[in-house]
């Protein structure tokens, strides 16, 4: 009887001694500095608000404990990481990565959301290089909710997007939803028109393709509603922006062609709509033919700038009537290999504000698949392919030097 009573009172001392233990560090292992680093968007004021909230989190030790693995505590959705370290008994150090900005909605206020379609900030205050997504049918946002929109459904198309767009390494300005469902990308000055919610990795791809062929400053539609990945016809319809702006930089330039259409008849260039092979899914330009349709007129013929008409119907006629700026249909390369001659397909604007494939320089003359001189180009001081839009090409190796 009196050995349980002794081991009773040994196995209460333990446990007391244990408690005061837990208590002394408790109390005297206090959290009295936070040092945060990695943080951008939200202060260190905040985050430590968001890690210490009672009693207990405020001790170093079980900050310490309970973060070891990373774990990020329910008051602090917007981290995407966090590491707490213990640098004394009474500091931390917490290294943290927020999450990424996505997309943000307008809502009188703007609502940011991230990958995860989740509502991370509301506020006044709007942020560089995110786009806004405008025409979605939305309800009233929560912060730290999933983005009400009509459906669940039109989020993840919202998201899908969103992560193509980033893959390829597109910056767009804003995603438009039509009242059809019908969905448009603005990049720079480029307007795509994507259509339904189909296919949209393959339009993404080929839009890709497409806008590395053109310069910052090109302007106008990209109509890519029936792009299945099969590379059907994409056409391109310039606007007047960026025809006035290529007539000025043409002039400046000495470029050997016109755009075929005086000073004042602008309107023939802004009406022309190119038709343009589609690209592979990969991304990279598919051959084919480069056909062109003008808006009022069939198929225009390449010309010299001497037998321009000055109607601004966007058509006219060769000064011989053999030249053509359409690629050959089948793809092949009819160019050879003699000295002078690249070996590089290209890709330009001619004058008609048509893409022309399979392009090289021969003897400092810039010819299609045909061997015909593509109007509008020409090889500068530096051996490099100018075309129509002033896009400076690398005739060695096709790339674009002024796409900045």
């Known amino acids: 009887m009196r050995q349980k009573r002794k081991r009773r009172l040994t196995n209460f001392i333990i446990l007391l001694a244990a408690v005061l233990v837990i208590l002394t560090v408790l109390f005297v292992f206090r959290v009295r500095k936070v040092t945060v680093s990695g943080n951008s968007r939200y202060s260190a004021e905040e985050i430590e608000e968001g890690l210490i909230t009672d009693f207990l989190s405020g001790s170093t030790l079980y900050l310490w404990w309970t973060c070891r693995d990373g774990d990020i505590p329910d008051t602090m959705?917007?981290?995407a990481s966090m590491k707490v370290q213990m640098?004394?008994?009474f500091a931390v150090r917490v290294t943290v990565s927020e999450k990424e900005l996505v997309g943000y909605f307008d809502t009188g206020s703007y609502a940011y959301f991230d990958e995860d379609g989740i509502i991370l900030e509301i506020t006044d205050e709007l942020y560089d290089d995110i786009p806004i997504i405008t025409g979605a049918s939305l309800g009233e946002v929560t912060l730290y909710q999933k983005a009400p929109t009509e459906s669940s459904s039109q989020l993840r198309t919202i998201l899908s997007l969103l992560e193509l767009l980033d893959y390829q390494e597109l910056t767009a300005s804003e995603i438009r939803f039509a009242e059809d469902s019908e969905i448009t990308v603005y990049i720079g000055y480029i307007e795509a028109v994507l259509g339904q919610d189909e296919y949209l990795e393959e339009k993404i791809a080929n839009l890709k393709a497409i806008l590395n062929t053109m310069s910052a400053s090109s302007a106008g539609t990209l109509h890519l509603e029936n792009v299945t990945g099969k590379n059907e016809d994409i056409t391109f319809t310039p606007s007047d922006e960026v025809i006035v702006e290529t007539e000025t930089e043409s002039e400046t330039g000495d470029t050997a062609d016109s755009s075929g259409a005086e000073e004042s008849g602008t309107t023939q260039a802004a009406s022309d709509t190119s038709t343009l092979s589609g690209a592979t899914t990969d991304g990279g330009a598919a051959s084919g033919t480069a056909d062109s349709t003008g808006s009022d007129t069939g198929t225009s013929?390449?010309?010299d700038s001497s037998d321009s008409s000055d109607d601004g119907s966007g058509s006219a006629d060769s000064a011989d009537g053999s030249d053509t700026d359409t690629a050959a249909a089948d793809g092949t390369d009819d160019a050879d290999t003699d000295d002078g001659e690249s070996t590089v397909d290209l890709m330009v604007f001619n004058s008609?504000?048509?893409?022309v494939y399979h392009v090289h320089v021969k003897d400092g003359v810039v010819i299609d698949s045909s061997g015909n001189e593509v109007p509008?180009?020409?090889v500068n001081e530096d051996g490099n392919v100018v075309d129509a839009y002033m896009?400076?090409?690398d005739p060695d190796t096709g790339d674009v030097?002024?796409?900045?």
């Not at 030097?401 to 900045?404: E, F, M, S, V």
Request: proline share 9%; aromatic share 8%.
């Open 77 to 79: 959705p917007y981290l």
């Open 87 to 89: 640098t004394s008994p």
């Open 301 to 303: 013929d390449s010309a």
């Open 352 to 355: 008609s504000g048509q893409l």
């Open 376 to 378: 509008g180009c020409y």
């Open 391 to 393: 896009n400076i090409i």
């Open 401 to 404: 030097l002024n796409l900045n």
